[in-house]
């Protein structure tokens, strides 16, 4: 009741003024009140209440009253049909640009979060692909020591969810390396969706990460550019600040902690969001915001129609029922 409620209170109108016509009804609905009143002080005059009974039964007083009821609602929606009423609605963004960066490092591996951080980033970035539209251009990109566009934008969801059950890992970690592929991969999927690479694209990257960046292009010179290019990065702190891996030539687990104030300074340079998970449910809450946020934008769209078909069809019933009970139009 509350969201119906919450939905006709964001209803505007882009041509308010003929709502003025709503005083027509307003008089109708006053001279109905009058001739109820002039009928009621006849029917007080005629003192044979006898007689009365015999040539005018009595009806039911509700049903007097619904033919005249329905037919001033209809009116009412019709004039506020005609005042063009618009309303804001959810929509798919045509021709916008998501990255996807995955980081592949071997920090990856550590079990914080089950069964690993790498598996969970998995399963959750594939919720993420999957919830978003159709025709939204979705790519890929990997990174450990090297950043790889492995899927470029694409609007073959399937093909990255495939993609994205095969990456495997490796050292190091390149943070500004992938801002720097993810751009390269949006001005790609600019280029050959609109045929000028300098047409303005939705674009944003959603980069997760566990770690700090170890080798290649600084993060801060990185989401420079990415403010510049006027795409916002979205970064996931992704683990626990206790994770630990196993290495080959370390008697000892290796501890790797979340940095998270890189992350979340990339975020803030760039205008995206940041947000820490350490579970794979956290995760994937995460991910269906983003997509709420990056996938759908909120546009005025005209509801016009709505008004007047369901004014014709209280018309309708007005009609109907004036002739069922009355034998004649309201």
Do not use: C
């Not at 980033?121 to 790889?148: D, M, S």
């Not at 947000?275 to 449910?281: I, L, N, P, R, S």
Request: avoid cysteine; charge should be negative; charged fraction near 20%.
């Amino acid at each position: 009741m509350s969201g119906s409620l919450a939905s006709v209170l964001t209803i505007r109108f882009a041509a308010p003024g003929r709502l003025w016509l709503l005083l027509i009804v307003v008089a109708l609905v006053i001279n109905q009140i009058l001739a109820q009143r002039r009928r009621m002080r006849y029917t007080v005059r005629f003192t044979n209440m006898e007689l009365l009974d015999s040539v005018a039964p009595e009806r039911p007083r509700w049903r007097r009253h619904v033919p005249t009821a329905l037919f001033l609602l209809g009116l009412t929606g019709l004039i506020a049909g005609f005042a063009r009423p618009q309303q804001e609605e959810r929509v798919a963004q045509e021709r916008a640009t998501i990255i996807v960066a995955i980081d592949t490092s071997l920090s990856m591996a550590a079990t914080d979060v089950a069964p690993t951080r790498i598996e969970a980033a998995q399963e959750a970035a594939k919720e993420f692909i999957g919830a978003l539209p159709e025709n939204l251009n979705v790519g890929l990109v990997t990174f450990n020591g090297t950043a790889t566009i492995a899927v470029p934008p694409t609007l073959d969801h399937d093909q990255l969810l495939a993609t994205v059950d095969k990456l495997r890992l490796g050292e190091r970690t390149a943070i500004g390396e992938a801002i720097y592929a993810s751009l390269d991969a949006i001005q790609g999927s600019a280029a050959a969706t609109m045929g000028d690479e300098d047409d303005e694209v939705p674009a944003r990257i959603v980069l997760m990460s566990d770690g700090a960046t170890t080798v290649g292009r600084p993060d801060a010179q990185a989401a420079a550019q990415a403010k510049r290019d006027g795409v916002p990065v979205t970064t996931i702190a992704f683990g626990t600040p206790h994770g630990t891996i196993e290495l080959d030539g370390y008697p000892d687990p290796v501890p790797v902690e979340v940095d998270v104030q890189a992350l979340r300074e990339i975020a803030s340079t760039t205008g995206g969001s940041f947000f820490e998970a350490v579970t794979e449910e956290q995760l994937k809450a995460v991910y269906t915001d983003i997509g709420s946020s990056i996938g759908y934008t909120t546009e005025e769209r005209e509801i016009s129609d709505r008004f007047i078909g369901a004014s014709l069809i209280v018309l309708v019933l007005a009609a109907v029922g004036s002739q069922l009970w009355f034998n004649r139009l309201p």
